[in-house]
């Protein structure tokens, strides 16, 4: 098998190569680390790299396969991480130059989980500064770039480590969603990105951007690799005082192909908002194909789903401007200008302002379940729009003009208010071949019912084996391939 | 804030001033114009009835 084949296995097939012995994880890991040495000049996910110590842990990962000490899914699978979860001994820059010399000395629980499930760590993935944008633009390390069209954001926060998975750089990776930062950049990049329920996943050693709505998650290229990683990484954690101390279900037992009697319902809203008519179209498809596969959906009504965004901007805003007060007196002026407005604009929120969102958060929380007694999924799309270009600062959505923050977030913020597990799928391609994502939440802590639905809806379709051309986009002569 | 939803600038300048933030132009301009687009944006929810609900707490979503 050549090298662009292997990076591009899922973790899955991977992992049962790994397991049987067929595949060594030093020659896994040594290819990602020429797939990143060709592309990343062209993509820039990474901030830091950590090619040695990646071989030398694929190296100890080889051993103990080879020793019959085989640790699970995950043993010897390259990963990254979304420069926000800390790791002992590896600089930890949150995206910001203030910070580039910031080396924690302990493992965030995400982080540590991983190490202990025998993932290599190939590196720390770029992001929108502090995790506080959607465009997966960083004028401190870069903008990132989507492999898909290398002028196009990849989306963001976690855009490094979408175009990271996307272009096989990495088998998988995990980012951080406050208010789409997992699922915009999946969906704008082709990728599955699952937001778990708040307090599914611990938020200790991450750095918070908000610390009610921020959710740790995985970004894969398959709905399997999704479940793999939750089951690696899901879990309580005293350390964390938002975590969940409730049963967890082997994640794999949902992928059953089987969603008929399923009641999935769409948000009227969701349609009333500005959206590229290209997106609906795929998505719209989406949800007839969830009907042809047996399940019934409604069209249903989502009270308060308009407010919804101001309160969690609200709520976001107070949030990130408290969490960052004492780094803005020293280092106001080092900030990407972007971020620096958003958290000086968040001191204008009073205490008042935010208990009165946090009161409409209750009410629109409560509605909200309210909707699960009647459907046991909600759908729609993930982002209104494809992938824009890097610089864009506003969007033309029909006759409506958005910034690009609101616009990217429009589908996304609602879930993060009420904490719903939600995940997104690719469901299609616009006319420049750029993907379309299609978004799925359950009620808190049934992930089983998102991933059943999401499995099949990807086993029914072939937009997740599509991949970007990146060796067509990049000059061979500079990167090699 | 909530209630001063067109945040006049001369409310907005000591304001800006207290809290320690740079309002030198351009930046003070910058500043307050997005933060008035800020305020406008949470206009939409001042019309919800909150009666008798208390806050939304950090851990507060339902555990099995």
Not at chain 1, 334 to 355: M, W
Request: include cysteine; charged fraction near 20%; proline fraction near 6%.
């Amino acid at each position: 098998m050549d090298s662009e084949n292997s990076c591009y296995l899922s973790v899955a097939e991977l992992c049962r190569l790994i397991r049987k012995k067929e595949v060594s994880p030093v020659d896994v890991v040594k290819a990602h680390l020429t797939r990143i040495e060709a592309f990343e000049p062209a993509l820039n996910s990474f901030i830091t790299l950590l090619p040695e110590q990646a071989m030398g842990e694929a190296r100890e990962a080889e051993r103990e396969i080879q020793a019959g000490q085989y640790r699970g899914p995950l043993h010897g699978i390259p990963i990254g991480l979304k420069d926000v979860f800390q790791v002992k001994g590896v600089r930890n820059t949150s995206g910001s130059k203030i910070f580039d010399h910031f080396v924690p000395d302990f493992d965030s629980t995400v982080a540590l989980k991983l190490k202990e499930a025998g993932a290599i760590l190939l590196g720390k993935l770029n992001l929108n500064q502090f995790s506080y944008g959607t465009t997966g633009e960083n004028p401190d390390y870069g903008n990132m770039h989507n492999p898909w069209e290398l002028d196009r954001v990849t989306g963001g926060s976690s855009g490094g480590a979408a175009s990271a998975t996307a272009s096989a750089q990495c088998a998988l990776a995990m980012g951080t969603d406050t208010g789409g930062s997992i699922r915009i950049p999946s969906a704008l990049c082709g990728l599955v990105g699952l937001k778990p329920t708040y307090g599914r996943l611990s938020r200790y050693g991450i750095t918070p951007l908000s610390w009610s709505q921020d959710h740790p998650g995985p970004i894969t290229r398959t709905v399997e690799d999704c479940a793999l990683v939750m089951n690696a990484v899901a879990g309580y954690d005293p350390r964390d005082t938002s975590s969940a101390n409730i049963s967890i279900s082997d994640f794999t037992q949902a992928l059953t192909n089987k969603i008929k009697g399923l009641k999935v319902g769409v948000p009227k809203e969701f349609f009333e908002e500005p959206i590229d008519s290209e997106v609906e179209h795929s998505v719209r498809n989406a949800i007839e194909l969830l009907s042809q596969l047996g399940a019934e959906v409604l069209e249903i009504s989502w009270p308060m789903y308009h407010e919804s965004k101001a309160i969690s901007s609200t709520i976001l805003m107070a949030e990130a401007t408290t969490y960052h007060s004492q780094l803005m007196k020293q280092h106001s002026s080092n900030l990407d200008p972007k971020v620096r407005l958003r958290l000086e604009a968040g001191y204008f929120i009073s205490a008042v302002d935010y208990l009165q969102a946090q009161r409409a958060r209750r009410l629109f929380y409560q509605r909200s379940c309210d909707l699960f007694k009647k459907v046991n999924l909600l759908a729609g799309p993930t982002v209104p729009i494809p992938a824009c270009k890097i610089g864009t600062e506003e969007v033309q959505i029909g006759k409506t003009r958005l910034g690009v923050l609101p616009a990217l977030s429009q589908y996304t913020r609602s879930f993060n208010l009420t904490g719903f597990p939600t995940i997104t799928v690719p469901c299609g391609f616009s006319k420049n071949g750029l993907p379309i994502g299609f978004q799925m939440a359950g009620k808190p802590f049934d992930e089983m019912t998102v991933l059943r639905a999401a499995f099949a809806y990807e086993q029914a379709t072939d937009w997740h084996q599509r991949r970007p051309m990146i060796s067509k986009q990049v000059t061979p002569r500079l990167y090699g391939v | 804030m909530g209630e001063d939803i067109e945040l006049d600038k001369k409310i907005f300048l000591p304001m800006a001033k207290a809290f320690g933030l740079d309002t030198r132009d351009p930046h003070g301009e910058e500043l307050y114009a997005y933060t008035r687009n800020v305020f406008r944006d949470f206009k939409v929810t001042e019309d919800i009835d909150l009666t008798d609900l208390e806050p939304m707490a950090t851990s507060v979503l339902p555990k099995e």
